[in-house]
């Protein structure tokens, strides 16, 4: 059976083995995973040199979306807060400018596929999920800034 070739990961939140899809539930099932993987490619195009440059030099805001206690126990010192859990509930924190270029982190660089189209319905025009997470930009040479609470 073809399906039977599909990782069981590729096949969204249908908790069903691909055996027993039907082809009327499977076929939009795939399309959404294509789009969603090819979304996923191009938003990943993006040279991490250039984003840090873009941030120091204030051409683009770099959003963090982890939760507020991950925010105080240390943060990047260029970053604005973000939280998913806001995020989702349809807030967009003030101090960020919709206009304006966006890369968002996380801690693992999986959220940012959450909060990355959240922050475009929310009116972000320009948003970059960025893979590297917040060690790893830590050690490509963002400063770390530690204690200061989310703004209200």
């Known amino acids: 059976h073809a399906l039977a070739a599909l990782p069981s990961s590729r096949l969204g939140a249908c908790r069903l083995s691909p055996a027993r899809l039907s082809p009327a539930r499977l076929v939009p099932l795939l399309a959404r995973n294509l789009v969603h993987s090819a979304a996923m490619r191009m938003s990943s195009s993006y040279n991490i040199r250039d984003v840090l440059d873009d941030v120091k030099e204030g051409k683009a805001q770099l959003i ?30 003030g101090d960020i400018s919709p206009d304006e270029k966006i890369y968002i982190h996380c801690a693992a660089g999986v959220r940012v596929h959450a909060a990355a189209p959240l922050m475009r319905q929310l009116g972000c025009e320009s948003v970059v999920p960025l893979q590297e997470g917040f060690a790893s930009l830590l050690n490509l040479g963002l400063a770390l800034d530690r204690g200061k609470p989310p703004p209200a």
């Open 64 to 93: 963090d979306c982890r939760e507020p206690y991950e925010w105080e126990a240390g943060h990047l010192l260029l970053a604005k807060p973000a939280p998913l859990s806001v995020l989702q509930q349809g807030i967009l924190p």
